[in-house]
C-alpha cells in the first residue's frame, strides 16, 4: 500500500488513443507519471479516457453520489476534451475528421452561430454536430464538487480555447466566479497533448484551487506538513482534509511542474508553503 494517494485524473474524452493526427494524451500514463498520478477508469465503461459523453459521466457520478465508488471520485485533476462525438450511440470506434471540424468552428465564428452541424466523412454515413460537451462536463463536475480542489485542463485542437464563442464565454465567467480559477490559463490549445503537457497544467490550477478553499476555511492543509515543506522541500506528503476526507498527496506530484528548477517550490509559489 503506498505511503500517500496518487492524483486522480478524470480524463473526459472520446478518443481511443490512436490517433497521432489527432494529438491526443497517450491511452496510458508515461513511467514518470504513474508513481503520483493516476487515470480514473470505471471497470465497466471501458475505453482508455474515464467518461466518453454525459451519459456515461452521469452514471459515474451517480454512484459517487450514493457512495458506492469514494474509490473512484473525487478527482483531483480533470483534463476535458472540447468535441464528444466518436463515442456516441451507434458510433462506436468512428474518428472524427479534424478538418471538417476546424471548418465548422471557423464557420461558427464568422457567422456568429450558436451551433454549427457537421457532415460526416463519406464513409461515416450521418452528421455531428460542433459542441462543447467535454467543456461542460468538466466544469459542471467541477462545480458540484467545489469543496474539492480541482486543478481543470481544458484540451483542443483549434489553437485557442474558443472564448470568443457566447456559450464558451458563458462557461468561463460562471466557473470563474464560483471556482475563482481562470481556467484558461491552464489549457492545452493546439499543441501536442502528451501527459508531459497536460499533467504539469493541472498541478498548478489544482495549487491555485487549493488557496482559494484553504483561504476561505473550505479544506483544511496539515500546519506540520507545511511547517517540514519550509524545512525540506523533499518531504514526501501534503496532507489535506476536506468534506470527501483525508488524503495525503505526494509533493513530487505536487511540483512534477517544477522539476529541473533550481529554485525550491516555495521560491516559484510561495503562497501554496504559506497558507
Same mark, same amino acid.
Given at each position: 500500500?503506498?505511503?500517500?494517494?496518487?492524483?486522480?485524473?478524470?480524463?473526459?474524452?472520446?478518443?481511443?488513443?490512436?490517433?497521432?493526427?489527432?494529438?491526443?494524451?497517450?491511452?496510458?500514463?508515461?513511467?514518470?507519471?504513474?508513481?503520483?498520478?493516476?487515470?480514473?477508469?470505471?471497470?465497466?465503461?471501458?475505453?482508455?479516457?474515464?467518461?466518453?459523453?454525459?451519459?456515461?459521466?452521469?452514471? @459515474?457520478?451517480?454512484?459517487?453520489?450514493?457512495?458506492?465508488?469514494?474509490?473512484?471520485?473525487?478527482?483531483?485533476?480533470?483534463?476535458?476534451?472540447?468535441? @464528444?462525438?466518436?463515442?456516441?450511440?451507434?458510433?462506436?470506434?468512428?474518428?472524427?475528421?479534424?478538418?471538417?471540424?476546424?471548418?465548422?468552428?471557423?464557420?461558427?465564428?464568422?457567422?456568429?452561430?450558436?451551433?454549427?452541424?457537421?457532415?460526416?466523412?463519406?464513409?461515416?454515413?450521418?452528421?455531428?454536430?460542433?459542441?462543447?460537451?467535454?467543456?461542460?462536463?468538466?466544469?459542471?463536475?467541477?462545480?458540484?464538487?467545489?469543496?474539492?480542489?480541482?486543478?481543470?485542463?481544458?484540451?483542443?485542437?483549434?489553437?485557442?480555447?474558443?472564448?470568443?464563442?457566447?456559450?464558451?464565454?458563458?462557461?468561463?465567467?460562471?466557473?470563474?466566479?464560483?471556482?475563482?480559477?481562470?481556467?484558461?490559463?491552464?489549457?492545452?490549445?493546439?499543441?501536442?497533448?502528451?501527459?508531459?503537457?497536460?499533467?504539469?497544467?493541472?498541478?498548478?490550477?489544482?495549487?491555485?484551487? @487549493?488557496?482559494?478553499?484553504?483561504?476561505?476555511?473550505?479544506?483544511?492543509?496539515?500546519?506540520?506538513?507545511?511547517?517540514?515543506?519550509?524545512?525540506?522541500?523533499?518531504?514526501?506528503? @501534503?496532507?489535506?482534509?476536506?468534506?470527501?476526507?483525508?488524503?495525503?498527496?505526494?509533493?513530487?506530484?505536487?511540483?512534477?511542474?517544477?522539476?529541473?528548477?533550481?529554485?525550491?517550490?516555495?521560491?516559484?509559489?510561495?503562497?501554496?508553503?504559506?497558507?
Amino acid at each position: 500500500m503506498s505511503a500517500y494517494d496518487k492524483f486522480r485524473i478524470l480524463w473526459i474524452d472520446d478518443c481511443e488513443g490512436d490517433s497521432s493526427d489527432y494529438q491526443y494524451p497517450e491511452p496510458r500514463l508515461p513511467d514518470e507519471f504513474r508513481d503520483h498520478f493516476e487515470i480514473i477508469r470505471s471497470p465497466h465503461l471501458g475505453g482508455p479516457s474515464t467518461v466518453r459523453n454525459p451519459q456515461e459521466f452521469a452514471e @459515474l457520478h451517480q454512484t459517487f453520489l450514493a457512495e458506492e465508488n469514494t474509490d473512484l471520485l473525487p478527482a483531483d485533476l480533470v483534463a476535458m476534451d472540447y468535441v @464528444l462525438s466518436k463515442w456516441s450511440p451507434g458510433n462506436r470506434g468512428i474518428i472524427a475528421d479534424a478538418t471538417a471540424e476546424d471548418a465548422a468552428i471557423e464557420a461558427m465564428r464568422e457567422e456568429n452561430t450558436q451551433g454549427v452541424n457537421l457532415a460526416a466523412p463519406e464513409q461515416n454515413c450521418g452528421r455531428r454536430s460542433a459542441t462543447f460537451e467535454g467543456l461542460v462536463i468538466g466544469l459542471v463536475y467541477a462545480t458540484l464538487t467545489s469543496d474539492h480542489p480541482t486543478g481543470l485542463v481544458p484540451m483542443t485542437n483549434y489553437g485557442d480555447l474558443l472564448e470568443g464563442e457566447p456559450e464558451v464565454r458563458a462557461l468561463h465567467d460562471i466557473t470563474r466566479t464560483i471556482l475563482h480559477v481562470d481556467y484558461s490559463r491552464y489549457g492545452i490549445s493546439g499543441v501536442n497533448r502528451a501527459w508531459a503537457n497536460v499533467i504539469p497544467q493541472g498541478v498548478r490550477s489544482w495549487r491555485e484551487r @487549493l488557496l482559494h478553499l484553504v483561504k476561505t476555511s473550505r479544506v483544511d492543509v496539515s500546519l506540520t506538513d507545511l511547517s517540514a515543506l519550509a524545512d525540506n522541500q523533499s518531504h514526501p506528503v @501534503l496532507t489535506i482534509s476536506t468534506r470527501y476526507g483525508v488524503r495525503q498527496y505526494p509533493t513530487a506530484g505536487l511540483f512534477v511542474d517544477l522539476q529541473g528548477v533550481s529554485e525550491p517550490p516555495s521560491g516559484a509559489s510561495s503562497n501554496e508553503h504559506h497558507m
